[in-house]
């Protein structure tokens, strides 16, 4: 368990030299870049604000591109590409893409626009449709629909709604003859007419169809509506090609998604260049960047930057009130619960890196909730595979990943053997059913769907050992501070309470009898025990609120920190989730049997099997999938709230270096 020590560095070079350096850096990746106070009018900080700001729009766009590009050529990835990694690439290559920078960003923003265009095209073809349809009834009239009339007569052009006939249009306007009516069309729903009458008595026939419904078509059109719906469909054809032509563009560009991810990546990394750059001291002719480093980095970075360019390269040990990033460093094995420490909150000042403690109870709390020796099986096969055949290509998170869920798998084999469970009862199902006669594999150690409450007994053994486990913890932190009477009151009290109240529990009959066990302890030990646990709770009610002067206020802390043992109780209770999931497990297992056997009853013999195998595939793939959320999810929670809630606080910052943040490519040692 070690968190790495940090210094802090700084390093004088030339100006000219400002990109060389900070790329230097940067593909290192083992400098936090931190503030630098201005002390003179030599030194200040330089705003690139707005050159960082357009470096960022570029890297948007080029993500809008590669999102279209996708969408349009229909580029489909398996699930297994991200096993895969990033493509390693030369300096030499990232130093050529300046060069096709300029062309590659045009080609970026020219296909972020083409949709915006397309998008456009397809409403005005959704509007010339809708004005075709306006349009449609009107088809046979030869004349322009905006026609008005002559010096002596009024026309009108609209619709009545419902059907009307001519007889009927004739009755409303009998009065104001002459008067012609052309019907153009008739449905159910409108008429459309065009009516044409003397100027002098417009106005009369127009309120005798206005009030019979009359409305004016809402189209202007200065030429016959056949002639203009021949308009309209060239319209639509010009812009349908033009909207196909726009796609077979985005089709042209496929070939240029990789240099578009290139550039992404590139000036993902330039934007965060920027960013420092606004943080490092510059005069005319020299940068000063300051920083932390990992101690065992800073040999080999001093070494890259010498021999390459003119700097200075100082070191300063760090104060105690100083904000100093974490950097965990662990083995292997313990390497992939780093990520679940961090998630949680790097250690804070003074406590130690608790990665080393939480990783053997990780591991063995998840094969004991899983606790079946094929599923482990199958998720050991699993991250073998990957971690062997990518294992040139795989990134750090993910292989951590890998190796961890191995572990686990290789946990969940041994419990799935203690317990004799291969997906379940599957073995005994398979002989009885096929075979007639039934194929036990008996357990290394029992059944705990047999038998519920040794189980209950085994779990709650495994969460005093966890929580003894973190009360060490404590004791290690305390010897480590040189706090001697912390490892009296808020330690060896706590162990001996525990010890004492766990004992005189088990040399009662009754606590025995419900946990299965064989006998009790005897009586002496009971009354030894309890002893024990009274002075144990009489030190803690006078020590733990030791930092009081009030002696009123520090019984009454003392008080309340004895009542504490509510929660261990409760945390040693919370361990009963090994048995609630470890038997969930179980019993679907059983249950996925069972309905494989029900349903594949009905066929042939080889249908039967068929079918069989279908069902337990399909059902052991779901219980796997959720089972092993399940597991993830509570053996977390047991390491945050039970074994950390007992030592550890946390509050550390983590450690972010000025490193390549790319997401396609990563650079290649040369």
């Not at 088990?506 to 009971?526: E, F």
Request: a positive charge.
């Amino acid at each position: 368990m070690a968190v790495l020590q940090m210094q802090r560095i700084y390093i004088c070079g030339l100006k000219k030299e400002r990109k060389q350096i900070l790329e230097e850096i940067q593909r290192s990746g083992v400098v936090e870049i931190g503030e630098m106070m201005q002390d003179n009018n030599v030194f200040v900080k330089t705003d690139v604000s707005s050159a960082a700001s357009s470096l960022k729009k570029n890297v948007v766009t080029a993500k809008e591109a590669v999102l279209i590009l996708d969408a349009y050529i229909q580029k489909k990835s398996s699930m297994l590409s991200m096993l895969k990694g990033r493509i390693p690439i030369s300096e030499k290559t990232y130093d050529d893409f300046y060069a096709k920078h300029e062309n590659i960003s045009r080609i970026s923003n020219r296909i972020s626009l083409i949709p915006k265009q397309i998008a456009e095209l397809k409403a005005e073809i959704l509007k010339l449709q809708a004005q075709k349809e306006i349009l449609a009834p009107w088809v046979s009239l030869d004349i322009p629909l905006n026609y008005k009339g002559t010096k002596h007569t009024s026309a009108f052009a609209g619709t009545l709604p419902n059907k009307w006939s001519y007889d009927m249009i004739y009755s409303l306007l009998a009065e104001f003859m002459p008067v012609d009516v052309k019907i153009i069309s008739s449905s159910k729903e409108q008429t459309c007419i065009f009516t044409l009458c003397g100027k002098h008595r417009s106005g009369e026939v127009y309120d005798a169809l206005r009030n019979a419904g009359f409305s004016y078509i809402n189209a202007s059109v200065d030429n016959s509506p056949a002639a203009r719906v021949k308009e309209i469909e060239n319209q639509i054809a010009a812009a349908e090609k033009e909207i196909s032509d726009l796609e077979n563009e985005i089709g042209s560009y496929a070939s240029r998604r990789d240099d578009i991810l290139f550039l992404q990546d590139f000036d993902t990394m330039r934007e965060e260049k920027y960013d420092v750059i606004n943080h490092i001291m510059q005069s005319k002719n020299a940068i000063v960047i300051t920083g932390y480093i990992p101690v065992k980095s800073r040999e080999a970075l001093e070494k890259k930057l010498k021999e390459k360019y003119k700097v200075a390269v100082e070191y300063e040990q760090t104060s105690e009130n100083e904000d100093v990033p974490i950097l965990l460093e662990n083995k292997r094995f313990i390497r992939p619960l780093e990520g679940t420490v961090e998630a949680f909150s790097p250690p804070g000042k003074g406590e130690v890196d608790p990665t080393a403690a939480i990783s053997v109870f990780y591991y063995l709390l998840f094969g004991l909730m899983l606790s079946d020796a094929l599923y482990g099986a199958i998720i050991v096969i699993a991250c073998l595979a990957g971690l062997l055949k990518y294992k040139r290509s795989l990134e750090s998170n993910i292989k951590n990943t890998l190796i961890m869920y191995l572990f686990c798998g290789i946990s969940t084999v041994f419990w799935g053997v203690m317990f004799g469970s291969y997906f379940g009862d599957l073995i005994d199902i398979v002989s009885k059913t096929f075979f007639t006669k039934m194929v036990t594999i008996p357990p290394l150690w029992f059944f705990p769907i047999k038998e519920p409450i040794r189980m209950l007994a085994f779990s709650m053994l495994v969460g005093v050992i966890h929580i003894y486990f973190a009360l060490g913890m404590r004791l290690y932190q305390c010897i480590k501070r040189k706090d001697y009477k912390a490892i009296i009151y808020d330690v060896l009290f706590w162990y001996m309470l525990l010890t004492g109240g766990i004992l005189k529990l088990l040399s009662l009959q009754m606590i025995t009898g419900i946990l299965g066990l064989s006998s009790a302890l005897p009586a002496s030990v009971g009354n030894i025990a309890g002893i024990f646990a009274i002075i144990a709770s009489i030190g803690i009610i006078m020590t733990n609120g030791r930092e009081s002067k009030n002696l009123f206020k520090r019984f009454l802390k003392g008080l309340y920190a004895l009542y504490g043992i509510t929660g261990y109780l409760s945390d040693i209770l919370s361990y009963t989730r090994l048995l609630a999931l470890g038997l969930a497990t179980g019993v679907i297992c059983s249950v996925v049997n069972q309905i494989a056997v029900m349903v594949s009853g009905s066929f042939g013999i080889p249908l039967n099997i068929l079918v069989f195998i279908i069902i337990c595939i399909f059902g052991h793939l779901l219980n796997i999938a959720i089972s092993v959320l399940g597991a993830y999810v509570h053996t977390t929670r047991l390491q945050y709230v039970e074994f950390f809630g007992k030592f550890y606080q946390g509050g550390g910052r983590k450690f972010k270096p000025f490193s390549v943040k790319t997401k396609y490519y990563k650079f290649m040692e040369e």
